[in-house]
């Protein structure tokens, strides 16, 4: 497995995710906005686009980046059950993208946010959160526009098809109105699409994966996202166009 780091007119955080995934010893390819030849990517890698300033926030937070013209090719990429993956302003990306649904809207309070946040997951059977399931993870935030958003059919349909992949809790792993740092609808830190596919969240998991840093929580994440991989090609999906009779023969 292989991932692509994709780094957009504003991107800050494009060094800390390759640094992270080059220390857990994985290859990583650097990818500019202007790029559109993904052909080096097969749908067993990952497309990361990281935090930052895309176009400076500009009209809207991921609104311009939306428009680059790798997004294109990574929409294309997606469509065909490529990884991709948003952190803190991908994420805002992939909602302007319409590769995830719902929108990323200011902090309740209207202050930039920046700590230590933890978060949890209740759904172990996503690429994310195979290892990470069911504890709290120490996971660091930096955002103004982290607050979740969709409406209450979309919300509805999330959780019935387990798209919710991580919510804001406490230290203990309960969820409280006092561990939403950003008054985010239901928690939400993170979602997936209905494929499984495609991840957005905003806590930043490359932030916390030295431990010179004092924690490795994000670790997990990753580690997740590699086993899942390596479980996949062992057990591959068996091709949906086969009807059960073509199958037997």
Known sequence: MKFGVVTFPGSNCDQDMIDALQAMGQEVIRLWHKDKDLSAFSTDDMIILPGGFSYGDYLRCGALARFSPIMSSIMAFARKGGKVLGVCNGFQILCEAHLLPGVLLPNAGQHFICRNTYIISQQPNTLLTAKAAHRPLLIPIAHAEGRYYADAQTIEQLFAHGQVIF???DAQGKITAA?????????????????????????HPERAVFAELGNTDGRLIFESILSGTASRRQHPTPDA???????AL
């Open 179 to 203: 561990s939403n740092p950003n008054g985010a609808a239901h928690h939400i830190a993170g979602i997936c699409n209905p494929e499984k596919n495609v991840f957005g969240m905003m806590p």
């Open 167 to 169: 919510q804001y809790c």
């Open 241 to 247: 166009s086969l009807t059960p009779q073509s199958k």
